[in-house]
Every structure is written in structure tokens, then in C-alpha cells.
T-cell receptor, first 112, second 114 residues
Framework: GEDVEQSLFLSVREGDSSVINCTYT??????LYWYKQEPGAGLQLLTY?????DMKQDQRLTVLLNKKDKHLSLRIADTQTGDSAIYFC????????????FGQGTTLQVKP | DVKVTQSSRYLVKRTGEKVFLECVQD?????MFWYRQDPGLGLRLIYF???????EKGDIPEGYSVSREKKERFSLILESASTNQTSMYLC?????????????FGPGTRLTVT
């Protein structure tokens, strides 16, 4: 079945780069997404990448997509304590209903 | 700005009680979703609605039902709450049809069943 996998935890020092990785099984998604969940809040779309792109850069965020390996990554440059949150990878799968399939979420801890 | 509101941030209920979680969105979105979030398991879809009075089971519908009488409101019902339904419940909405499947989330309801 359709599945999205992420590691559960990442700890970095403030100022370092963070890389959060994700693998997925369904290659029919038009877009792949990264959502961010800050403490005590719901999820919010952070960034996304169109499936025919390899890379997308948005200020401190870089998304890399390797379609052959079905691997998606999110790099946060110059990580700040305000980046501490749970990051979810998501893809649309094969359904035609607007549903998303989310990974387990990676908790990013940024140490000062 | 899209706003998705949930009726309670925290709720404590007893085993066997009937529990209603309400969700309202203000952007005229066709799609609405109920998820539960548990540590290490991520978001799991309970139910999904693509139109008024229309619903579809998600991955874990057992023990839950839903109601969508109006486009802006989607209710999740726990018919007889059990301790294994203690969790964070998140509601979301999205425009459909749309190539971009951006979902807008409410702040969540943390439900404790004792």
C-alpha cells in the first residue's frame, strides 16, 4: 500500500544545517509536501515541490527530490531555536480525492 | 486567511460517554478531514468528507462516526469513548478540485478518556 516513512527525531545545534529525510512508495503524486507543526498548534504547509523538479529553494529551505529512489529531503540552513517543531512529509498518493498520506513526523530539536 | 476552528482544545471524558468534536472552516472548502495524531504514528486519517452529507472511511474508522450537515462544519463522534481513543484529534479542510492538495489544519483537540 501507499506509505511515507521518516525518522522520528533529529537534534542539531543552533546555526547548523538540519536535514530531514523521507521516503515514499507512490510515485504518482503531482506534488510532495513538507508540513510544520509547532508546539500546541495544528500543521501548516511549509513548502512543496512539483514532482518533475529535482530541487526547490525558498530562503533557508531547500527541498531535494530523487524520484528514482523515491526520496525527499528538507534542508534548513542556519537552523534557529524557532525551527524546533515536528516536520511531516506528505504525498498525494494515487487517490483522486484530495487526501494526503503523511509520514510519522520528525521532531527537530535545536540546541542553543 | 483560512481559518479552521475546533470546539475544544482540551477535553476529558469518561469511558462509555458519547463524545462530539466539532470543526468549522470559513473558506467554503469542499473537503474536510479528521485525523488522530499519536507519537511515533504520525497522522492517521479517521474520516474524510468531500461534500455535504458525503463521507468516506479513512484508515482507522472503527469506533468513530462523522456528520456533515453543512458545508462549513464537520463533526467527529465517538459513540462510546474508550481509553484507547485518548489522543490528539486534528481537523483539516482543503479546496477541491485542486492540483495543490494544501490542507489547512485546526489547532487540535487533546482528548483524554479516563
Amino acid at each position: 500500500g501507499e506509505d511515507v516513512e521518516q525518522s522520528l527525531f533529529l537534534s542539531v545545534r543552533e546555526g547548523d544545517s538540519s536535514v530531514i529525510n523521507c521516503t515514499y512508495t507512490d510515485s504518482s503524486s503531482t506534488y510532495l509536501y513538507w508540513y510544520k507543526q509547532e508546539p500546541g498548534a495544528g500543521l501548516q504547509l511549509l513548502t512543496y515541490i512539483f514532482s518533475n523538479m529535482d530541487m526547490k529553494q525558498d530562503q533557508r529551505l531547500t527541498v531535494l527530490l530523487n524520484k528514482k529512489d523515491k526520496h525527499l529531503s528538507l534542508r534548513i540552513a542556519d537552523t534557529q531555536t524557532g525551527d524546533s517543531a515536528i516536520y511531516f512529509c506528505a504525498e498525494g498518493g494515487s487517490s483522486n480525492t484530495g487526501k494526503l498520506i503523511f509520514g510519522q513526523g520528525t521532531t527537530l530539536q535545536v540546541k542553543p | 486567511d483560512v481559518k479552521v476552528t475546533q470546539s475544544s482544545r482540551y477535553l476529558v471524558k469518561r469511558t462509555g460517554e458519547k463524545v462530539f468534536l466539532e470543526c468549522v472552516q470559513d473558506m467554503d472548502h469542499e473537503n474536510m478531514f479528521w485525523y488522530r495524531q499519536d507519537p511515533g504514528l504520525g497522522l492517521r486519517l479517521i474520516y474524510f468528507s468531500y461534500d455535504v452529507k458525503m463521507k468516506e472511511k479513512g484508515d482507522i474508522p472503527e469506533g468513530y462516526s462523522v456528520s456533515r450537515e453543512k458545508k462549513e462544519r464537520f463533526s467527529l463522534i465517538l459513540e462510546s469513548a474508550s481509553t484507547n481513543q485518548t489522543s490528539m484529534y486534528l481537523c483539516a479542510s482543503s479546496l477541491w478540485p485542486s492540483e495543490m492538495r494544501e490542507q489547512y489544519f485546526g489547532p487540535g483537540t487533546r482528548l483524554t478518556v479516563t
